[in-house]
């Protein structure tokens, strides 16, 4: 079955600290992939994609995420994390083998330590 | 601003009743998708409508129903409500349908609990 996997539930960071977080997924085909953060009592937003090109795409505030095909992978990389980075990370992929369905990982609680 | 809003904010329906839920896109968007996220999971995804029209649907029992009108907007509907069905319901548009590189916009969702 297509799936999006996390591999972190919850992270603990003090500021600083370099931050991956894990993300593969099982699909064939042309994919394209997200991450999304959801900042305490807001919306998901979009950190960043990845359409085609660079496999390392930039997004906001610092974070970036590298595409590795070959192993079915995009994680999620910031050199020196913030309080204010503290928010529930979400991976999620959609394919061309897979319709408009676009497949969220279970999500990385991230709490980072003042 | 997101420029997706969705209403309720919040509701409280009793098991066996009746929900809907609605969903105003974001400007210039045609494509209004819909998820569940129960606490402590990932959004799952609905349905996605497009023109008015189901384009795509996840692993929902039929009393999940939706619809969308000429002005993009969208309504849920959860009939037969059970206890389960308690989670942030996500309304999300997008721009194509079928377009891999439009990326979703999501609204701050509607809190469903049921009792």
């Known amino acids: 079955a297509q799936s999006v996997s996390q591999h972190n539930h919850h992270v603990i960071l003090s500021e600083a600290a370099s931050l991956e977080l894990g993300c593969n997924y099982s699909?064939?085909?042309?994919?394209?992939l997200f991450w999304y953060v959801q900042y305490p009592g807001q919306h998901l937003q979009l950190l960043l994609k990845?359409?085609?090109?660079?496999?390392l795409v930039k997004g906001i505030k610092g974070f970036e995420a590298e595409f590795i095909k070959s192993k079915f992978s995009f994680n999620l990389r910031k050199p020196s994390v913030q309080w204010s980075d503290t928010a529930e990370y979400f991976c999620?992929?959609?394919?061309?083998?897979?319709?408009?369905?676009?497949?969220f990982g279970g999500g990385t609680r991230l709490m980072v330590k003042p | 601003e997101t420029g997706v809003t969705q209403s309720p904010t919040h509701l409280i329906k009793t098991r066996g009743q009746q929900v809907t839920l609605r969903c105003s896109s974001q400007?210039?968007?045609?494509?209004v998708s819909w998820y569940q996220q129960a606490l402590g999971q990932g959004p799952q995804f609905i349905f996605q409508?497009?023109?008015?029209?189901?384009?795509g649907r996840g692993n929902f029992p039929p009393r999940f129903s939706g619809l969308q009108f000429p002005n993009y907007s969208s309504e849920l509907n959860v009939n037969a409500l059970e206890l389960d069905d308690s989670a942030l319901y996500l309304c999300?548009?997008?721009?194509?349908?079928?377009?891999?590189?439009?990326?979703?916009?999501f609204g701050n969702g509607t809190r469903l609990t049921v009792t």
């Open positions: 999300a548009s997008s721009f194509l349908m079928g377009a891999l590189n439009s990326p979703l916009h």
């Open positions: 400007s210039g968007h045609n494509t």
């Open positions: 999620a992929v959609i394919s061309n083998n897979a319709g408009n369905m676009l497949t």
């Open positions: 409508y497009y023109r008015e029209e189901e384009n």
């Open positions: 699909y064939g085909g042309t994919v394209n």
């Open positions: 990845y359409f085609s090109g660079d496999p």
